[in-house]
């Protein structure tokens, strides 16, 4: 490739895990920066914001795991999964262990909302699923339920209610686990308040 900036350009796409703000490429002139889209080895993904994928798109999930390997599907991204919300959410949930290095949660794309959780706890309900063909790490239906009844206060409280009909009727749930997460993340109350009705 005719571009004197290249090796340059991509040493700093790959210390920033493939996705950089324009700010980062400031001190490289935009003619070089356009040829490399034109290419189809960058992309814009958003305003001011590059991703390097050499001819091949990658999808905001793969980006996520790629760059958070240990992170896991939670809260609104999980309910979205399973279909107990029909609200798409505007950033990825997920729980990391809570003595994470913080800086690694630093991204700048995808948009994530990270919940923090104790290592005893971190794989409860540990699950896999798959999005657009990729294999994710996914907290179980009870465990998410647990867990959005463990952050109740900070929810919609039309999406808490939609979540919990919704996993009342899936054919699918399992009371008897939800229970046992609910005790050992100590919600037991919550789930008799909010399903007591139907346990």
Known sequence: MENPYFDEIKKIFENSNGIV????????????????????????????????????????????????PEAILSMESALYYYG???????YW??????????????VIYPPIKPYYVEADYLELGLSEGNINGIQV??????R??????????????????KAIQSYVKDPRKNIPLLLDYGKKLKVSKKIQMWLGVWL
């Open 21 to 68: 703000e324009r700010a980062d490429i400031a001190d490289i002139h935009y003619r070089h920066i356009n040829k490399l889209l034109k290419d189809g080895t960058i992309i814009r993904v958003k305003r001011g914001i590059y991703q390097w994928v050499d001819g091949v798109e990658k999808d905001e999930i793969e980006i996520l795991f790629k760059i958070i």
């Open 84 to 90: 107990y919300t029909d609200r798409t959410p505007d």
């Open 93 to 106: 949930a997920i729980s990391v262990n809570r003595d994470i290095n913080k800086n690694k949660l630093k």
């Open 137 to 142: 790490r996914i907290y179980n239906k009870e």
């Open 144 to 161: 998410t339920i647990c867990d959005i009844l463990k952050y109740v206060n900070k929810l919609d409280r039309e999406i808490v209610n």
